[in-house]
């Protein structure tokens, strides 16, 4: 199955300026878990509700004076909307990542594609390597427990 097919279409976006308040605002607001970050028309970075949490709060950042390139991953991992749901899989697999922006050819912002989305608008066939992925993170957090 094609990513176009499963991804969150039109996906929110915001500037690496935003403050950290205004990007936890639309987080919340939206209810979603990320957002990718642009810069001159281009893809930078991507902030989860986990970056604001862990890289923001839990570091002491001012929420108004930071801003979404403080508490941002970049490096991001993206894919393209005509790759396969088992290709975007593999990434978020390899590189230990529960969402990714999706790109058109032209290399624009289209969509964002989650574990989530793998799961429930994915096919049967897909569904042991999500839970594979979910069951990775748990395993993790029981580690750390």
């Not at 604001?52 to 709060?57: K, L, P, S």
């Not at 991001?76 to 990542?97: P, R, S």
Request: hydrophobic letters at 35%; aromatic letters at 2%.
């Amino acid at each position: 199955m094609r990513i176009k097919e499963l991804m969150t279409n039109h996906a929110e976006w915001i500037e690496a300026s935003t403050p950290l308040r205004d990007v936890s605002r639309t987080l919340r607001d939206k209810n979603i878990g990320c957002l990718p970050v642009g810069e001159n028309d281009r893809l930078v970075g991507m902030v989860t509700d986990r970056d604001v949490c862990c890289r923001g709060v839990a570091d002491g950042l001012d929420p108004e004076k930071a801003t979404a390139r403080d508490v941002m991953t970049d490096g991001i991992i993206w894919c393209y909307d005509d790759q396969t749901d088992k290709e975007a899989a593999e990434l978020m697999d390899k590189h230990g990542i529960r969402h990714l922006p999706v790109l058109n050819r032209k290399k624009r912002i289209v969509g964002v594609l989650s574990l989530g989305d793998l799961a429930f608008r994915g096919p049967q066939r897909i569904g042991g390597e999500v839970i594979r992925l979910i069951s990775r993170d748990a395993e993790r957090h029981a580690k750390s427990a």
